[in-house]
């Protein structure tokens, strides 16, 4: 981690943040750096499609990531989706994401 890696991290952290579809093409440290994805999925929930896994089962990600996109849903781990008080919440935050969740 040299002052290249920070130099890069910061302008790529500013990218995210002004299009959050650039998550697609970080790469996997990016993709597992909470930061990054958190400021990914506020600019476009739809990012949530490129983090790491585990940030699809993480309920602060995820509703941060639907209240922005409700289609966001459809990315979310199985086990949230199923969550009839995890549903309740993100369709509290956008109405789409009922679209998307599982009976």
């Not at 996109?69 to 459809?74: D, S």
Request: charged share 25%; net charge negative; proline share 7%.
């Amino acid at each position: 981690s040299g002052p290249l890696f920070w130099a890069n991290r910061a302008a790529f952290l500013e990218a995210v943040r002004l299009h959050g579809d650039a998550l697609e093409s970080a790469g996997p440290a990016f993709q597992l750096d909470r930061d990054f994805v958190m400021e990914a999925v506020r600019n476009n929930g739809f990012a949530l499609e490129f983090a790491d896994p585990a940030f699809r089962a993480d309920p602060e990600v995820v509703l941060e990531a639907v209240g922005q996109a409700g289609g966001a849903l459809k990315f979310v781990d199985p086990a949230l989706r199923t969550d009839p008080e995890f549903v309740r919440e993100a369709v509290r935050r956008s109405g789409f994401a009922l679209e998307f969740a599982d009976p």
